[in-house]
């Protein structure tokens, strides 16, 4: 089982807000990373560490934490950003990473 | 431009082995850190391993630990997995990516599309 733990399906009502969440031990100590994945397509970075975006990455995309739960909002939701969301950090070793088991994102 | 592009898969019976590659290109190879990740059909995405720039730290999933060896070779700027003793769970895309020039996050900022394996009989 995974150690980062997320909500496996998630919906928004188009331009509205949503926050997709990560919970685990390990993210009171280490920032988590969010990966966006579309169906046959390789996974996307769209936020790491506090609240950092790519390049490319809209600014709809901002991530947060706080305890062991860290937080993707999406700010008025696209019916592109309809996919997959993964979290990312490290173990509770702290030595592994390990993703969280994803979350589907649809956009109503 | 930086590419990612993944080689080496295939279908292979039970215990058996293969050698995945990655060709990096449009960046400097060596000094950044590279993981695999991988994804059965239809699951979620799956840390397997991370070398850094010069090769001399590596580390890996439980799950493939004493089967998997990662590697990587400067002057061909490609990455490798060695992946012996394969499982019917093995079986996914295996994916590389580019991680940091330092490893403070643990992100990979670029991707390749991925090489599958399949482990059946």
């Known amino acids: 089982s995974s150690e980062l733990t997320q909500d496996p399906i998630v919906s928004v009502a188009l331009g509205q807000t949503v926050r997709i969440t990560c919970q685990g031990d390990?993210?009171?100590?280490?920032?988590a990373t969010w990966y966006q994945q579309k169906p046959g397509q390789a996974p996307v970075l769209v936020i790491y560490?506090?609240?950092s975006r790519p390049s490319g990455i809209p600014d709809r995309f901002s991530g947060s934490s706080s305890g062991n739960t860290a937080s993707l909002t999406i700010t008025g939701a696209q019916a592109e950003d309809e996919a997959d969301y993964y979290c990312?950090?490290?173990?509770?070793?702290?030595?592994?990473?390990?993703f969280g088991g994803g979350t589907k994102l649809t956009v109503l | 431009e930086v590419q990612l592009v993944e080689s080496g898969g295939g279908l292979v019976q039970p215990g058996g082995s293969l050698r995945l590659s990655c060709a990096a290109s449009?960046?400097?190879?060596?000094?950044?850190?590279m993981h695999w990740v991988r994804q059965a059909p239809g699951k979620g995405l799956m840390w397997v391993s991370r070398?850094?720039?010069?090769?001399?730290?590596?580390n890996y999933a439980d799950s493939v630990k004493g089967r998997f060896t990662v590697s990587r070779d400067s002057a061909k700027n490609t990455l490798y997995l060695q992946v012996n003793s394969l499982r019917a769970e093995d079986t996914a895309v295996y994916y590389c990516g580019r991680g940091e020039r330092g490893y403070s996050y643990g992100y990979v900022d670029y991707w390749g599309q991925g090489t599958l394996v399949t482990v059946s009989s």
């Open positions: 449009g960046f400097t190879f060596s000094n950044y850190w």
């Open positions: 990312n950090s490290r173990d509770n070793s702290g030595s592994r990473q390990v």
């Open positions: 070398i850094n720039g010069d090769g001399s730290f590596t």
């Open positions: 390990s993210l009171r100590n280490y920032y």
């Open positions: 560490g506090k609240d």
